[in-house]
Nanobody, 121 residues
Framework: QVQLVESGGGLVQTGGSLRLSCAAS????????MGWYRQAPGKQRELVATITTGGALNYADSVKGRFTISRDNAKNTVYLQMNSLKPEDTAVYYCKINYATYYGSAWFAYWGQGTQVTVSS
């Protein structure tokens, strides 16, 4: 069984900053990618940023230059530093990991419960 504990969401004014954290624990042998996705009301869930074990990064165009994803492999934790926040960043932010339970096993995807980020204008 895997657990993802997300934290750091909240209410912030336009131009403000927030830092999200997601710590993974449980039956995890290895994690190859960790990332953040978001879903605004009435919209589909979309990718925000991902990072691999080797440090390869991928960002949505809408957050490039404002958001920074990082991870601590020793702690199985991924972070999302969000600066210059805009009202359109308002959404529920979900952490996702791709993990293996033992050497050579298949990779599984697991989602967190989500944390609300609200940016007021």
């Amino acid at each position: 069984q895997v657990q993802l504990v997300e934290s750091g969401g909240g209410l912030v004014q336009t131009g403000g900053s927030l830092r999200l954290s997601c710590a993974a624990s449980g039956n995890i042998f290895s994690i190859n990618s960790m990332g953040w996705y978001r879903q605004a009301p009435g919209k589909q869930r979309e990718l925000v940023a991902t990072i691999t074990t080797g440090g390869a990064l991928n960002y949505a165009d809408s957050v490039k230059g404002r958001f920074t994803i990082s991870r601590d492999n020793a702690k199985n934790t991924v972070y999302l530093q969000m600066n210059s926040l805009k009202p359109e960043d308002t959404a529920v932010y979900y952490c996702k990991i791709n993990y293996a339970t033992y050497y050579g096993s298949a990779w599984f995807a697991y989602w967190g419960q989500g944390t609300q980020v609200t940016v007021s204008s």
